[in-house]
Nanobody, 124 residues
Framework: QVRVVESGGGSVEAGGSLKLSCVAS????????LAWFRQTPGKEREAVAS???????KYADFVRGRFTATKDNRKNTLDLEMHNLKPEDTAMYYC??????????????????WGQGTQVTVSS
């Protein structure tokens, strides 16, 4: 049974920092694609960052230079360090995993397993 579990999140003022963590378990493929997405009410879920087997990370343009995704292949974890947060970063953040081989794309359809989400709120 595959499980994806997020932790971290919370509330912070604009310009502050937060760290999210994700762990995926329950599949024999030791190197899954892991990714962070986010969603606000009434909007589509959008990709934030992804990381694959070789540590190659991809970022959405709107977080490049502010967010850093770090993957630990031994633990199947993906941390997301978020700096210089803006009110528009307020959203529910979801971790996603996929255990199929291939490029870890920043597209929702690439991922088959999702966590429950963790809320990030940035006040102005």
């Amino acid at each position: 049974q595959v499980r994806v579990v997020e932790s971290g999140g919370g509330s912070v003022e604009a310009g502050g920092s937060l760290k999210l963590s994700c762990v995926a378990s329950g599949n024999t493929n030791p190197w899954p694609c892991l990714a962070w997405f986010r969603q606000t009410p009434g909007k589509e879920r959008e990709a934030v960052a992804s990381a694959g087997r070789g540590g190659i990370t991809k970022y959405a343009d709107f977080v490049r230079g502010r967010f850093t995704a770090t993957k630990d292949n031994r633990k199947n974890t993906l941390d997301l360090e978020m700096h210089n947060l803006k009110p528009e970063d307020t959203a529910m953040y979801y971790c996603a995993a996929d255990f199929n081989w291939g490029e870890c794309l920043l597209t929702r359809s690439r991922y088959n397993y999702w966590g429950q989400g963790t809320q990030v709120t940035v006040s102005s």
